[in-house]
């Protein structure tokens, strides 16, 4: 396997960063994870402009443009022979000192892109649904870190997988600070109620997934109402239908929350319409190498 860093391919064996870069130290950088789907990358240019939002919010200046960043994406995948893929892109501060203090990282950024072969969640996932539960830890304050910046700092995510791993689940709700259902540690939550589809609001402690935009779109194609509104752990439980999306995750279905079963208590038919939908456009759109 070969890792882009910095302008170069290395191999993984080689591909290593300094004990003093911020990145390890302080979780001082921004990542992205894309997946690429029969040589087309999925929504790059939607990858790539949040990496350089999340990045310009923290004062992080990646030291190439856009569009070179999009060609060491698909240099990578081509170099690793790939056509089916999942890539993670980070950008670190770079090599400092000790302090916290940015501007003693006079190196510039590290820019690292690794693509392999995508791990893929278990069948059962998909077939028969997620149980999930809601967890202490709350999503960090829009005020403080904001949940839109995808930065190295994912401790915050981190916990909360830790509280649901403990307590016997593979994945945890996350509220807000106000207590509304925010999001999952790695992915974005929807419901159906009747014909209509739910997702939180990206204002407050959501990020803007880009599968999350994906499914919306399908949906105003297909001309499901959709709501972008808050939502309640009690609309969750009543909802008729639940399900996740994520880069890694694609569409998952949920099952049973806190101990309440949703809806029927299988995958719904508006997720397997769903997902059934996102399949067909991974597979028709993207940027072709
Ligand atoms: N919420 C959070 C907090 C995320 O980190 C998503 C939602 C989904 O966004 P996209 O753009 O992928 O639809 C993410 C995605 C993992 C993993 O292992 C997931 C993410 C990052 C790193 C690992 O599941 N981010």
């Given at each position: 396997?070969?890792?882009?860093?910095?302008?170069?391919?290395?191999?993984?064996?080689?591909?290593?960063?300094?004990?003093?870069?911020?990145?390890?130290?302080?979780?001082?950088?921004?990542?992205?994870?894309?997946?690429?789907?029969?040589?087309?990358?999925?929504?790059?240019?939607?990858?790539?402009v949040?990496?350089?939002?999340?990045?310009?919010?923290?004062?992080?200046?990646?030291?190439?443009?856009?569009?070179?960043?999009?060609?060491?994406?698909?240099?990578?995948?081509?170099?690793?022979?790939?056509s089916d893929?999942?890539?993670?892109?980070?950008?670190?501060r770079?090599v400092?000192?000790?302090?916290?203090?940015?501007?003693?990282?006079k190196?510039g950024?590290?820019?690292?892109?690794?693509?392999d072969?995508i791990a893929?969640?278990?069948?059962?996932?998909?077939?028969?649904?997620?149980?999930i539960?809601?967890v202490?830890?709350v999503?960090?304050l829009p005020?403080?870190?904001?949940?839109?910046?995808?930065?190295?700092?994912?401790?915050?995510?981190?916990l909360?997988?830790?509280?649901?791993?403990?307590?016997?689940?593979?994945?945890?709700?996350?509220?807000?600070?106000?207590?509304?259902?925010?999001e999952c540690?790695?992915?974005?939550?929807?419901?159906?109620?009747?014909e209509?589809?739910?997702?939180?609001?990206?204002c407050?402690g959501t990020?803007?997934?880009?599968t999350?935009?994906?499914?919306l779109?399908?949906?105003?194609?297909q001309k499901?109402?959709?709501?972008?509104?808050?939502?309640?752990r009690?609309?969750?439980?009543?909802?008729?239908?639940?399900?996740?999306?994520?880069?890694?995750a694609?569409?998952?279905?949920v099952v049973?929350i806190?101990?309440?079963p949703i809806?029927?208590?299988?995958?719904?038919?508006m997720?397997?319409?769903?997902?059934?939908?996102?399949?067909?456009l991974?597979?028709r759109?993207?940027?072709?190498?």
């Open positions: 396997m070969k890792i882009y860093m910095n302008g170069k391919f290395v191999e993984k064996e080689d591909a290593k960063v300094s004990v003093f870069d911020h990145g390890l130290l302080y979780g001082d950088g921004v990542f992205e994870g894309i997946r690429a789907y029969g040589r087309r990358v999925f929504k790059l240019k939607e990858h790539i949040r990496l350089y939002e999340s990045a310009h919010s923290i004062m992080l200046d990646i030291p190439m443009t856009q569009a070179e960043m999009c060609n060491a994406v698909v240099a990578t995948l081509k170099t690793n022979n790939l893929g999942y890539i993670r892109l980070i950008v670190t770079g400092g000192d000790l302090g916290l203090d940015p501007r003693k990282c190196g950024p590290s820019v690292i892109v690794i693509a072969k893929l969640y278990p069948e059962k996932f998909y077939k028969e649904g997620l149980a539960i809601t202490p830890t999503r960090n005020e403080a870190l904001n949940p839109q910046l995808k930065t190295l700092n994912y401790l915050n995510n981190i909360a997988k830790i509280e649901a791993v403990n307590l016997g689940y593979d994945e945890a709700i996350m509220l807000d600070n106000m207590g509304y259902v925010a540690t790695g992915d974005n939550i929807f419901i159906v109620k009747g209509h589809l739910y997702t939180p609001p990206q407050m990020l803007r997934g880009i999350r935009d994906s499914v779109e399908i949906a105003h194609k499901i109402d959709t709501h972008e509104h808050v939502i309640t009690h609309e969750v439980y009543n909802a008729d239908e639940c399900f996740l999306t994520g880069t890694a694609e569409i998952v279905p049973k806190d101990g309440r809806g029927t208590g299988k995958p719904g038919a997720t397997r319409r769903l997902i059934g939908l996102f399949k067909e991974t597979r759109e993207g940027v072709k190498y």
